[in-house]
T-cell receptor, first 112, second 112 residues
Framework: DAGVTQSPTHLIKTRGQQVTLRCSPK?????VSWYQQALGQGPQFIFQ???????QRGNFPDRFSGHQFPNYSSELNVNALLLGDSALYLC???????????FGSGTRLTVV | GQQLNQSPQSMFIQEGEDVSMNCTSS?????WLWYKQDPGEGPVLLIA?????ELTSNGRLTAQFGITRKDSFLNISASIPSDVGIYFC????????????FGKGTTLSVSS
């Protein structure tokens, strides 16, 4: 049973560009959350999707947007990239009725 | 963004020693979770706690949900080299579906 899969694993972008990260949740999970993890820090909540709608959002600017598809997979889009956006981006999924999140291995984004 | 206060920041121990780390919050949490993150991977759930005062074990790991609902601790007994990694506490302040808030992590090093 595949867990949470994220693509790509690594990405290098130039300041000002746009990036799209992808996530496929664990089988049976319908809720997807995205987290940003800067080096040496704990993950910070970006937003959560359930039934193709953004249900909750953390303290991130509108440059960060997302989408959830009917098959529960999700995308994270970041526009006008800044150097400070360099981080590990983690996708987590769960069954809406349960608290336990399963995390993917993340996408390492480097902005130069 | 909001983070939990996790201590210690790092620990260097000998194989076979016991380890204790804790996490505090300024607000009440309804759920406490402990995760372990290895290099290049996403966090993996170790223990989930749902009730104040609850004490839960997972092999050599034991965690407790503080009576005040504002703290939690994790103990690892008889540490082994594969315990090396970063341990994060995380919590929900609301109901299922609310964002996880993470601590900054405790980095554990084990020498054999």
């Amino acid at each position: 049973d595949a867990g949470v899969t994220q693509s790509p694993t690594h990405l290098i972008k130039t300041r000002g560009q746009q990036v799209t990260l992808r996530c496929s949740p664990k089988s049976g999970h319908d809720t997807v959350s995205w987290y940003q993890q800067a080096l040496g820090q704990g993950p910070q909540f970006i937003f959560q999707y359930y039934e193709e709608e953004e249900r909750q959002r953390g303290n991130f600017p509108d440059r960060f947007s997302g989408h959830q598809f009917p098959n529960y997979s999700s995308e994270l889009n970041v526009n006008a990239l800044l150097l400070g956006d360099s981080a590990l981006y983690l996708c987590a999924s769960r069954d809406w009725a349960n608290y336990g999140y399963t995390f993917g291995s993340g996408t390492r984004l480097t902005v130069v | 963004g909001q983070q939990l206060n996790q201590s210690p920041q790092s620990m260097f121990i000998q194989e076979g020693e016991d380890v204790s780390m804790n996490c505090t919050s300024s607000s009440i949490f309804n759920t406490w979770l402990w995760y372990k993150q290895d290099p290049g991977e996403g966090p993996v759930l170790l223990i989930a706690l749902y009730k104040a005062g609850e004490l839960t074990s997972n092999g050599r790991l034991t965690a407790q949900f503080g009576i005040t609902r504002k703290d939690s601790f994790l103990n690892i007994s008889a540490s082994i080299p594969s315990d090396v990694g970063i341990y994060f506490c995380a919590g929900h302040a609301g109901q299922a579906g609310t964002a996880l808030i993470f601590g900054k992590g405790t980095t554990l090093s084990v020498s054999s």
